[in-house]
């Protein structure tokens, strides 16, 4: 099972980005996943996490309103809409995928995209 993220860039503060996160492996069956943060000094969050099956969506408080998280279940792929960027959103931006290698519940970590919103 792999995860590959791709989206992240350079953009100015009050910008837009969009991150995708593919995830491959014919035996997976993903139960939910999630975009995480780690900025430099800080501890890793969590930034927006969706459930697979019924869609039900959970945001980190500092991005409430701004990033909207989506998924494609054809194509076991998930999106981090980013609006109005501020310049505290930068930092690695990391996928999750976890779910079931039967009988086996497996945890996937990508290996980050990089964000940088300048002021």
């Known amino acids: 099972v792999q995860v590959v993220e791709s989206g992240g860039g350079l953009v100015q503060a009050g910008g837009s980005l969009r991150l995708s996160c593919a995830v491959s492996g014919s035996k997976f069956s993903i139960n939910a996943m999630g975009w995480y943060r780690q900025a430099p000094g800080k501890q890793r969050e969590l930034v927006a996490a969706v459930a697979w099956g019924d869609g039900s969506t959970n945001y980190g408080d500092s991005v409430k309103g701004r990033f909207s998280i989506s998924k494609d279940n054809a194509k076991n792929t998930m999106y981090l809409q980013m609006n109005s960027l501020k310049p505290e959103d930068t930092g690695v931006y990391l996928c999750?995928?976890?779910?079931?290698?039967?009988?086996?519940?497996?945890?996937?970590w990508g290996q980050g995209t990089l964000v940088t919103v300048s002021s």
């Open positions: 999750n995928a976890g779910g079931f290698v039967y009988p086996d519940y497996v945890e996937v």
